[in-house]
């Protein structure tokens, strides 16, 4: 398939990169690309960044049909662009489509796509310390119709903004929360899918976190009640002794691929690393042990996130006297290094965006 280049001549002004925050701004072009059931995926398109027309009937609107992920453009020291990851990306996304009831995309032919619009859109890729292109690909149901089905018409798209620093001034800890009151996912759900209605199931929860003076909120097992499982769009970790630990990916849990790296990092400096289930009660003894060393979250946003207060009910724990402990330090350095090519992609986790 062919990519049809629609050009503009009216360009935006790019905002300063200390101005950038995450999510407001957005590039020139988009990629967009059509699926029905008789051509499949057709149509790939680079096109001006613009609005959608849709009928007001649009399924996903009504039944939430959607998929997307998260991922990262960097600009290294001399001034190349690389993408971290992508195609753990795109094979997510396929997980996604297969629980969702959405057409597979062609993982090879969509990273060609992207690194075709990155390349195009060089000049959106910030360059100070800490700040990227965040690049977010999605699929919707666009039939016209309000009957309750899987649609046999999608759009996939893929619009990309230039976010600033997660840190301008260093680590800022992160406060959770955590109930029995509300879950995020189910066993035998969705929880694994990057899909939206996750994300709307989470809001009303992090809405008391916030009035309670956190920052997020920490999901238990849905069944249980018991077991911890992630933490709004990140994976979370705890550093019991010498032991780092992740809950287990149970079906209910996103499969994050910061997580994945974290893991593969950690194993690669010889530190003992387990995925198993881990209760909240667990952690809370530890901390009472005096074995809790650190708590940190991982995903594409922020990279790492150290966690310094756990609320449960009416117990509260903090971590480290507040201070951020050596293995999210660590952590976050390396990896910051290797996204920004200031070290060695020993793992082979980057990928170039040629200049064509
Ligand atoms: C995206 C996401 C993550 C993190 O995944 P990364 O691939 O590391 O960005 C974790 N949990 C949820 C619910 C998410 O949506």
């Known amino acids: 398939m062919d990519i049809t280049i629609k050009k503009t001549e009216t360009l935006k002004d790019h905002p300063i ?24 995926w057709h149509n790939p398109c ?11 009937a649009t399924m996903v609107l009504h039944y939430g049909q959607a ?9 290294t020291p001399k001034g190349n662009i690389q993408l971290f990851r992508p195609r753990d990306n795109f094979q997510r996304m396929n997980k996604s489509a297969e629980m969702l009831c959405i057409p597979q995309i062609d993982e090879a032919f969509i990273l060609k796509a992207l690194l075709k619009l990155v390349d195009m859109e060089r000049s959106w890729v910030p360059s100070e310390t800490g700040t990227s292109l965040y690049i977010r690909p ?22 990309m903004s230039p976010v600033g620093a997660y840190y301008p001034e260093g680590f800022n800890p992160v406060k959770i929360w955590v109930t029995r009151d509300y879950v995020r996912a189910v066993r035998g759900g969705v929880g694994q899918a990057k899909t939206a209605g996750n994300y ?12 309670d003076g956190y920052t997020q909120v920490l999901w238990l097992d849905g069944v249980e009640l018991k077991y911890v499982e992630e933490v709004g769009s990140m994976n979370i970790f705890f550093v019991l002794g010498d032991e780092i630990v992740t809950p287990r990916l149970n079906g209910s849990i996103l499969s994050g691929i910061t997580r994945d790296s974290v893991l593969t990092m950690a194993k690669s400096w010889g530190l003992k690393v ?14 009472a042990k005096g074995e809790l060393m650190e708590v ?32 999210a330090s660590r952590m976050f350095k390396e990896l910051i290094d290797i996204q920004y090519g200031k070290s060695e992609d020993k793992f082979g986790w980057t990928v170039a965006v040629n200049p064509s």
Not at 138 to 159: E, V
Not at 200 to 210: I, N, P, Q, R, V
């Open 17 to 40: 990169d200390s101005g950038l925050g995450f999510g407001t701004f957005f590039t020139d072009y988009m990629f967009n690309m059509d699926y029905n059931p008789e051509k499949g």
């Open 46 to 56: 680079i096109e001006p960044f613009g609005p959608m027309s849709m009928s007001p």
């Open 67 to 75: 998929i997307f992920e998260g991922l990262k453009a960097f600009r």
């Open 138 to 159: 999605t699929i919707i149901a666009t039939d016209p119709y309000i009957g309750l089905r899987a649609s046999n018409t999608y759009r996939f798209f893929m619009i």
């Open 200 to 211: 709307a199931a989470s809001l009303y929860a992090t809405e008391l976190a916030h009035k």
């Open 274 to 287: 387990s995925e198993r289930r881990i209760a909240i009660d667990e952690v809370f003894d530890a901390h």
């Open 296 to 327: 940190f979250g991982s995903g594409t946003a922020a990279i790492i996130s150290p966690v310094d207060n756990i609320k449960f009910h009416e117990k509260v724990i903090t971590i480290g006297n507040g201070q951020v402990g050596p293995i």
